[in-house]
T-cell receptor
Framework: RKEVEQDPGPFNVPEGATVAFNCTYSNSASQSFFWYRQDCRKEPKLLMSVYSSGNEDGRFTAQLNRASQYISLLIRDSKLSDSATYLCVVFGGYQKVTFGIGTKLQVIP | DGGITQSPKYLFRKEGQNVTLSCEQNLNHDAMYWYRQDPGQGLRLIYYSQIVNDFQKGDIAEGYSVSREKKESFPLTVTSAQKNPTAFYLC??????????????FGSGTRLTVV
């Protein structure tokens, strides 16, 4: 089993739709979790941290399920500008960070 | 504004040539990292440094070298020993090393191509 697994997609959704991505991780001792957004041929940029209590930033909601060892990202009312690849990042301990391969989202007019 | 600057944006390397990628940060971050990104793969760690004059190998250090003579600078040299260097190279920094609680800040990357 890979340390961090993501469905690479692409997820093609119409504007205004709600879309959710999951990311599973294998190390139960993982400490910190993040979602990054990466546009084509650009660097990853931090989208949001993920907490057990869940956190929301506008149209974006991230949640952590430690029992099932996955994190999720929900995007409501999708915009064309949301089209990007979303990377899951898991910090498993001292200097142990693993990036998922990313899930590609394409929002269609 | 604070940030990480990588240069050059594009770099072409001939067979058998060493090339150096620059990474400078003015965020006053202690830890700096070099990652490589290939299509269809997650970012892979090449080297990291938690403090000046100290650095550690990551998962794919073979064929690469680094230095950390200043807190702000962490250049990466891709040597001729790296047989498949064509990739997108990303430099990152974090305010704390170990288990960064605030995530990483990335530079804009250098796209290296072997010609």
């Amino acid at each position: 089993r890979k340390e961090v697994e993501q469905d690479p997609g692409p997820f093609n959704v119409p504007e205004g739709a709600t879309v959710a991505f999951n990311c599973t991780y294998s190390n139960s001792a993982s400490q910190s979790f993040f979602w990054y957004r990466q546009d084509c041929r650009k660097e990853p940029k931090l989208l949001m941290s993920v907490y057990s209590s869940g956190n929301e930033d506008g149209r974006f909601t991230a949640q952590l399920n430690r029992a099932s060892q996955y994190i999720s990202l929900l995007i409501r009312d999708s915009k064309l500008s949301d089209s990007a690849t979303y990377l899951c990042v898991v910090f498993g301990g001292y200097q142990k960070v693993t990036f998922g391969i990313g899930t590609k989202l394409q929002v269609i007019p | 504004d604070g940030g990480i600057t990588q240069s050059p944006k594009y770099l072409f390397r001939k067979e058998g040539q060493n090339v150096t990628l620059s990474c400078e940060q003015n965020l006053n971050h202690d830890a700096m990292y070099w990652y490589r990104q290939d299509p269809g793969q997650g970012l892979r760690l090449i080297y990291y440094s938690q403090i000046v004059n100290d650095f550690q190998k990551g998962d794919i250090a073979e064929g690469y070298s680094v230095s950390r003579e200043k807190k702000e600078s962490f250049p990466l040299t891709v040597t001729s020993a790296q047989k498949n260097p064509t990739a997108f190279y990303l430099c990152a920094s974090s305010i704390d090393s170990g288990a960064p609680t605030a995530g990483y800040t990335f530079g804009s990357g250098t796209r290296l191509t072997v010609v």
